[in-house]
């Protein structure tokens, strides 16, 4: 069986990947009551879409990382990727730098993410929640933690592991994506789409690391059952992802990037409070600058 821990691994150290994202296997072990009942595990998981999250993973996990990414976003879903600015990331061939970004898709901006950054810088990360980091072939990229904040010690343990790494990664010279969110946008009262309030352990990273940021905005967001789902439960709008990112083919996807946020502009941010809120409306500034 799997080890469901993060792996923070180095890049280059990595096992061989397993095809299966998720199976009956793994959900009888989180859920010992359902032992014995592989018929109806293997339904939800097809309800899911999980079954084909699987099959999508075991077609592409032979070429982990950026490739795989490069994989999905071209040959399996072949979304068509608008981006803005693109060359502000040519300035960044060599050296660290942090990019933040709302979190409207929960799934495929990370993806996408990947993709494109990584192109550039195939030494890129990006933190992720636990459940991302079940999609092995792309923890060359990927450093987890949990932004839920559980009091579970193993999962204390995998968050101050992957925010080392992360500080690590940064300190030697590598780029980092933040989702400062932690966690998918969500519909508010005035019917429209927000980031969560964006997390000051992220904020506090970031004025430590005192790199270059780089705001990313994603336009768009994911179903109106998915919203609404939200609205009700946010584990019923977790439930959904897999089937979000089936729906998902053929996309158009807009990405606007803006421009670097130099050190010195972050540290006239009097505190970690300003600095939040300057970083997260630089990056909404991007959504009424490129329609």
Known sequence: MEN???DNTPAGQYPAVRPDVMTYDDIRQMVPALDGH???????LHFLSIDKVNRIHSAYCSTPGVPFAQSLANKEFKWKVR???????NQFKEGPFITVSNHPFGSYDGILLIDIVGSIRPDYKVMVNLILNRIQAMRPNFIAVDPLKSDDPEKKKITMQGI???LKHVKEGHPLGFFPAGAVSKLGWDLRLHDREWQPTIIRLIRQLQVPVIPI???GHNS?????LGVIDWRLRTLRLPKEIMLSYGKEVHISIGQPISVERQNECKDLDALGKFLREETYRLK????
């Open 164 to 166: 080392r790494t992360a």
């Open 38 to 44: 592989e018929k109806l595990v293997n339904k939800v």
């Open 224 to 228: 109106t059952i998915f919203n609404i």
């Open 4 to 6: 469901n821990s993060a």
């Open 217 to 219: 905005f994603f336009h």
């Open 83 to 89: 981006i803005d600015n693109l060359d502000v990331l």
């Open 288 to 291: 009424s600058m490129y329609k």
